[in-house]
């Protein structure tokens, strides 16, 4: 049933009895209709192929609300807002030195390895007379790969003379295609997104770049310089991640005519035939080192230290937002442990200023067995 609070589909009991009562109507009260008889049998299979259908279309209704929607249902729903999921992209890294005998030639396509990360040579690469020569590469697979400057490769194909593989610089990150959450995020970050004289509007539109993890910003309406450090007048936008080009584009498109801008990073952007200088800060991390006590349950049960760690280091910390050891607890799965105690730089709490963000790595995390 269709009506304006939605849409109603009957169960499968419900249909089943619908369709003996029609039957009943038909032939008589006396019918037979058990499951093992024809009759009975033939209602079964109507009513479940009703059922079907019913389902089949409910679900249809509930894939055009783009807060219900998944998968391809959900990407052309956005699209109306004018928002396009993210496809996924290799990782790169433009500089990659290859040594070893003069003259010998890595052709493009060359499989290469770090671990159990592979990645592809893009052009060819002929070793110069110095030894050496410089080559591009990217992962093999589309998603999020990490080279760091001076990390070590493997050739899957062995070149006699070449005696070593050495990224010169850290890579590119690529990304994983996006999510259903994070669409359906942007998508409802979209109504603020044309709100121009707003700062929501401005964080809203930041977030909506790519490769932008996080961004806020921060306003400063009064005559006076506020406790974060900004002018009378101005405000600052804070972002993690993304393309200075991008996030200074965003900020000269939204901002309100005549406000002022705060930070750090000075970007030079032409805005219609209009050079402007835009000014927004990059936010620092802050790592923070944390001490956690455990005590096993029962005796000789064997205690994850490297499972600890990584459930302690998978938390995430927006902009300014301070770090609590009581916060941390409820990450960890302590299935045959106590946590005795844990503490965050030797203390409760960590301040974090209005332009760092906290960070916590695995090697910072000390588990102490008692």
């Not at 002929?126 to 591009?136: H, M, N, Q, R, T």
């Not at 005519?257 to 990073?265: A, Q, R, V």
Request: net charge negative; aromatic share 8%.
């Amino acid at each position: 049933m269709l009506d304006k609070s939605g849409i109603t589909i009957s169960t499968l009991p419900e249909i089943k009895s619908r369709l003996e009562n029609l039957m009943r109507g038909i032939y008589g009260q006396d019918i037979n209709l058990e499951a093992d008889t024809p009759d009975g049998q033939l209602i079964g299979v109507l009513a479940q192929e009703l059922s079907n259908c019913y389902q089949l279309i409910y679900g249809i209704y509930r894939q055009l609300d783009p807060y219900s929607a998944t998968g391809n249902w959900l990407t052309s729903v956005t699209k109306y807002a004018g928002i396009v999921r993210r496809e996924a992209t290799y990782s790169t890294c433009n500089k990659v030195i290859f040594s070893g005998k003069a003259g010998l030639k890595i052709p493009a396509g060359t499989t290469i390895k770090k671990d159990s990360d592979k990645w592809v040579v893009l052009n060819d690469v002929v070793i110069g007379d110095s030894g050496s020569s410089v080559g591009k590469i990217r992962s093999q697979k589309l998603g999020l790969y990490e080279l760091s400057k001076g990390d070590e490769l493997d050739s899957e194909v062995l070149f006699v003379g070449l005696t070593s593989i050495v990224a010169d610089e850290n890579s590119v990150d690529g990304r994983e295609i996006e999510s259903d959450g994070s669409l359906l995020v942007r998508f409802m970050r979209s109504h603020t997104i044309n709100n121009s004289e707003d700062k929501s509007g401005i964080a809203a539109a930041l977030l909506d770049l790519p490769f932008v993890k996080q961004a806020v910003v921060y306003e400063n309406f009064t005559n006076l310089e506020d406790e974060k450090g900004l002018p009378p007048h101005s405000i600052n936008a804070v972002v993690v991640g993304g393309n200075n080009e991008d996030i200074a584009g965003v900020i000269t498109r939204k901002k309100i005519g005549g406000c002022g801008l705060y930070g750090e990073i000075k970007v030079n952007y032409n805005h219609m035939d209009v050079e402007r200088v835009v000014f927004f800060d990059r936010a620092k991390e802050k790592k923070v080192k944390v001490k956690i006590v455990v005590s096993r349950k029962k005796n000789f049960v064997d205690i994850d230290v490297d499972k600890i760690k990584e459930d302690i280091a998978a938390s995430n910390f927006v902009i300014g937002e301070e770090v609590y050891s009581s916060s941390l607890y409820c990450n960890v799965s302590a299935d045959n442990f106590y946590i005795k105690s844990l503490t965050v730089d030797g203390s409760d709490n960590v301040q974090v200023g209005y332009r760092e963000y906290a960070i916590i790595d695995s090697e910072d995390v000390e588990v102490v067995i008692e």
